[in-house]
């Protein structure tokens, strides 16, 4: 029986040649699931037209945007995940929820098999059929990038021109992108040399600093329990809030992140990301906790932001690790709650001011002038006690150092 296929479809150059591939090769319908995680509406225009021009049998448009930021982007913000020290995971956190609307649509539609267009060098390849694995261990996996005979994009590109199908990538500009409402990241071409720098005309969503406007702007965020709910005052949707965000601190020149990796099959990758919105969001984030956690609570959370990256670099999202990560994190969150005051300017972030109903922060404790809260000799006792173990080793090497020189005498 011929295979009854979906296909996680974005319309770019793999997925354009895979679905022509799967008839070929297995003689399947192929039904294309395109979700949209705020890929913009020049990335879906027509989608479902060039779905069938390529040889689908049909094209379903999802729109998660809203979900995709409140029940995936928000949790990863509020655990302060990030990788390789820059990457604020926006590629990985949008997979899960990809996968789990093509199983979703799947299931309706009879499917026998499930595809992506996911390299057998990447990462996202893990994070889809993990997914599967989760929610459709019956259905069959088919990767073709895992076994085709084409080499490289160059080949794909050859492909299509062959067959009439049109794509956007070129072999002089063959930049691999991938976009959502959280960023959008850059691979392939000049980028494969990390000694080059990115070409002035790579970038999307952020202007060049330098060419950003000389005025700094202000921008108020507001949190409730570690969640962004509103700019300056007013409350917005989580998907509109990053959109306005986005677009605010990607004018100047915010976000934009360099970055070589390791990816999780071994090797090292470089990738250019623009992530405006979410570079302000996190920063803001981490000093609002600055304020309303106290130091062992924030070594905590910055223990559980690692483990949570990884969890989400390496795509185990729906696994019971995350749920207890997520537990932990909220209980830490609820104290989250406040507004932080932010300067933009000319790529470059500053704190202006924060403030929360539930602080630490107690100005009669920190002030230098008179208070009537702090007692300075208290200090002696605290210090002779705190400094207990130190003065101990020291009289110990003072003993044995005795000894050593009458045994030197």
Known sequence: MAERVVLAYSGGLDTSAIVPWLKERYGATVLCVAVDVGQGAGELAGIEEKARRSGAAACVVEDVRERFVREFVWPTLKAGAIYARTYLLGTSMARPLIAERQVAHARRLGATALAHGCTGKGNDQVRFELTYAAFAPDLK???????????????????????????????????????????????????????????????????????????????????????????????LSPARLVETLNALAGEHGVGRADVVEDRLVGMKSRGVYETPAGTVLFHAHRELEQLVLDRRCLALADDLGKRYADLVYDGRWWTPEREVLDAAVGALQRWVTGSVRMQLFRGGLRVLGRSSPVSLYHEGLATFGADGVYRQSDAEGFIRLYGLAVRTAAERERRVGLKVEEAAD
């Not at 990115?198 to 329990?225: C, H, K, M, Q, S």
């Open 141 to 235: 996996v088919i990767a073709p990038w895992r076994e085709w005979d084409f080499r490289g994009r160059e080949d794909l590109i050859a492909y299509l021109e062959a067959k009439g199908i049109p794509v956007a990538a070129t072999a002089e500009k063959p930049f691999s992108r991938d976009r959502n409402l959280w960023h959008i990241s850059h691979e392939g071409g000049v980028l494969e040399d990390p000694a080059q720098a990115p070409p002035a005309d790579l970038f999307v969503l952020t202007r060049a600093p330098e060419d950003a406007p000389a005025r700094p702007a202000e921008v108020t965020i507001g949190f409730e329990a570690g969640e962004p709910v509103t700019l300056d005052g007013e409350p």
